[in-house]
């Protein structure tokens, strides 16, 4: 009986696990066709098929980077194909994250198990689940969804269906350029440029180690801010590698011991203020490259920063400098400060913030006047005169506060005299007529009406940008035709003609004439070439702004020197402070890429003048014109019984005065009246302090028709001059002088005013 209960028992028990086995098949089949039946329905994500937003680059016009910009991406990304991640990255990239990659197919079922048995153990995850598949799914969900059970499923479901339409390389690859490596690096190609600047595929085992850690906390392992952390995150991958077979024990002990050096900065950031311009003012959507050439920048910003340091000593802090191609206005270099990673104010783009113009709008005012009849051989009076303007008398003076006579147009220019010059922009039309040019030109800080400026624009009572002005430079280099400048290669091509090509030749011609320029700047000055080359100088009041420009037919240099704060140099004017640096950049490119000079145009001819009398003389200096308005020839009676040139009543009283320095070579057409009077200043004139030059003086010649005539002032130091003279010390402010003769008195005031 026994024997047959215990057969009964067992067949029982049998059939009962027979069956319970037969159910559990049921159960799992059951469960694993629900399975496929989901795995083949669910939709994959929709950025799965998508390109990663990618960051944009911007290259100078070589190729080499300058910069990558974000675009639409939230992260940098430079994408890379399986080939170039290199089987060492791609190994510890598996030993971080997903070991068994090769085998499984999307979902790891060891590794959900082990966290099952995490869960129950210690209540909670203690080593991550999810597959590179899985992973890749969750970066390339569109919309962030829940992190509970149910997603948990769906991104398993979704991995089993990707690793069935894509080959594993595809899966890798598309992980590692989706997934975040901190410092705004998305993806594996632009982190390993970033912390190491190397390919991925030549990191060594330590270097892709600490990089493939990198996902699994991108803030808490940031190797910049904590590379302790980052270290423990690398050694624990690369024991990984070595137990996985990836590593032998040699490699291991030499990646344990070597030390990770990171590169800096990490991301190209060449040319930033050139960069930070194109950013602003352009839409980026695409990579592309620039017109910089950034071996030129880097040489040009080397030699502003040498020219800078040696005038620290004379409170010169920054500066700027642009290059421009004349051909196609290309800025092939530009340099907005000294440092930009200077705190103060390194990030100010001195290239384009407005200011002081100093004399740097003169050869503009001169272009005008010789497009509207007159010649470089003009003879202008340069004598004390006043102008009346919308707010009153307004009396200009030279930079050393001498007045010369009589002196030709070229003279004029090529030593940045005052007082011709406003006698200049007086017969052109005036500020409207100069202001509509140089708004023609692209200057936009000309923003009030004319008669805000006066006469005064030509000699600098207005702002500049220097980007935009060396570009009017250019338009000057281009014989009259103005391009706006390009930044990139995409950007538009244009022009238009702006001024008389025949007039801009004449220009250029004066602006390289270093003889024409000695008087005032002397022979071997900064502005002074082996070869011919354009150059202007402009100095602002108290020398808050220095500019230099040179050009040739290939480039144009601009350069402004300063303090961004507005604080005043001492004593550098346009020659010492910025025209050396136009100098060095100038012979720079002279020496790598070669210049010319223009060629004599058909409609140029030329002729010998007289530069007192402005005409013909067999005895003169040659002198161009453009074709048809050369003088007359001399006659006779322009000349006294010595030989003197005859010279009209308006340079009586500098005649008589002790600043004629021409008493054996000109004399007076008529006799003046000898009455005793005040000749200058006269009252109520405004003297503006235009420091343009070097060796500038801030006195003031008193001149009365008495030679012996005695000056005093309460306020000015008054005193008499090598030369004879008498000479007022100006300062800022209203001042009244007396001048007496014989014990008879005169009075007379003025204003002196800040440039």
């Known amino acids: ?76 990304l430079n994408p890379i194909t399986f080939e170039e991640c290199g089987a060492t990255f791609i190994n510890a990239t598996l030993a971080a994250e997903d070991k068994r990659f090769w085998q499984h197919h999307g979902v790891d079922w060891l590794g959900l198990l082990r966290v099952v048995k995490e869960i129950a153990q210690h209540g909670r995850v203690m080593s991550g689940g999810s597959t590179i598949t899985q992973q890749l799914i969750k970066n390339s969900e569109t919309s962030k969804r829940p992190r509970n059970v149910k997603t948990k499923f769906i991104e398993i479901l979704q991995a089993r269906k990707l690793e069935r339409k894509w080959t594993k390389k595809q899966i890798i690859t598309a992980y590692l350029n989706r997934i975040d490596y901190g410092n705004l690096c998305r993806g594996a190609g632009t982190a390993s440029w970033f912390y190491f600047d190397k390919t991925l595929a030549s990191l060594s085992p330590a270097q892709a180690a600490l990089l493939a850690g990198l996902p699994n906390a991108p803030s808490r392992l940031n190797p910049h801010l904590h590379i302790e952390r980052a270290l423990m995150r690398q050694k624990k991958i690369l024991n990984h590698m070595s137990i996985n077979g990836w590593l032998q024990s040699d490699q291991l002990n030499r990646a344990i011991d070597e030390p990770v050096r990171l590169y800096k900065p990490g991301r190209a950031f060449a040319a930033p203020h050139f960069i930070d311009m194109v950013c602003g003012n352009r839409d980026i959507t695409e990579n592309v490259k620039s017109t910089l050439d950034l071996s030129l920048n880097d040489v040009s910003r080397q030699i502003l920063c040498g020219h800078l340091s040696r005038l620290e000593s004379q409170r010169v802090f920054n500066g700027s400098l642009v290059v421009i ?9 530009l340099v907005g400060s000294r440092d930009y990673f200077e705190p103060q104010s390194g990030q100010v783009n001195g290239a384009i913030s407005p200011r002081s113009a100093g004399s740097a709008f003169k050869p503009f005012t001169y272009l005008l006047a010789l497009e509207k009849g007159m010649t470089p051989a003009t003879v ?35 030593n940045s005299l005052n007082v011709p010059a406003v006698r200049v922009l007086d017969y052109v039309g005036g500020a409207s007529v100069l202001q509509e040019s140089l708004r023609r030109m692209g200057l936009s800080t000309l923003e009030e009406a004319s008669g805000y400026y006066g006469l005064g624009l030509t000699i600098g009572n207005a702002e500049a940008r220097l980007l935009e002005l060396t570009n009017a430079y250019a338009t000057l280099a281009r014989l009259g035709e103005h391009r706006p400048v390009r930044l990139l290669e995409t950007d538009p091509v244009g022009s238009k003609r702006v001024f008389n ?22 022979w071997m000055s900064a502005l002074s070439f082996p070869f011919p080359v354009a150059c202007k100088t402009g100095t602002s009041s108290d020398f808050r702004d220095n500019w230099a420009f040179g050009y040739t037919p290939e480039f144009t240099v601009g350069v402004w020197v300063g303090n961004f704060d507005g604080a005043p140099m001492k004593q550098v004017s346009g020659l010492t402070g910025a025209a050396p640096i136009m100098q060095s950049v100038m012979m720079y490119l002279h020496k790598q890429y070669g210049t010319s000079w223009y060629k004599l145009l058909c409609k140029i001819e030329s002729a010998k003048v007289d530069q007192y009398s402005g005409m013909r003389t067999p005895q003169g200096k040659l002198e161009y014109f453009v074709r048809g308005a050369a003088p007359e020839v001399e006659p006779i009676s322009a000349r006294d019984a010595l030989g003197r040139v005859f010279l009209g009543s308006k340079f009586a009283n500098w005649w008589r005065s002790p600043m004629n320095h021409l008493r054996d070579r000109t004399s007076l057409s008529a006799v003046e009246s000898e009455s005793i009077a005040i000749l200058s200043p006269r009252p109520g004139t405004v003297v503006y302090l235009d420091p343009d030059l ?27 001059s090598e030369h004879g003279g008498f000479m007022a010390l100006l300062t800022p402010g209203r001042h009244k002088l007396q001048m007496s003769v014989g014990g008879r008195q005169f009075g007379t005031w003025i204003d002196v005013e800040e440039q």
């Open 325 to 333: 191609d004349n051909e196609t206005a290309n800025v092939i270099a």
């Open 380 to 414: 202008l009076a340069d004598v004390p005169t006043e102008f009346a303007t919308d707010t009153g008398l307004f009396s200009p003076v030279n930079y050393d506060r001498r007045y010369r006579g009589p002196i030709s147009l070229r003279d004029s220019l090529a």
């Open 501 to 522: 090509r025949e007039a801009a030749w004449l220009i250029a011609d004066i602006l390289s004439d270093n003889d024409a320029r000695a008087s005032a700047f002397g």
């Open 1 to 76: 009986m026994t024997n047959l209960y215990r057969q009964a028992s067992q067949c029982v028990t049998l059939t009962f696990w027979r069956k319970a086995s037969f159910g559990l098949f049921c159960v799992l089949l059951s469960g694993w066709v629900l399975l496929e039946i989901a795995t083949k329905i669910i939709p994959l994500p929709r950025g799965i098929e998508q390109s990663p937003k990618s960051s944009l680059l911007i290259s100078d016009r070589k190729g080499s980077p300058l910069r990558m910009v974000r675009g639409e991406a939230e992260l940098f």
């Open 694 to 720: 070097p060796s500038s003086s801030r006195s003031l010649p008193l001149l009365a028709t008495a030679e012996n005539a005695i000056w005093r002032s309460d306020t000015l130091d008054c005193f008499r």
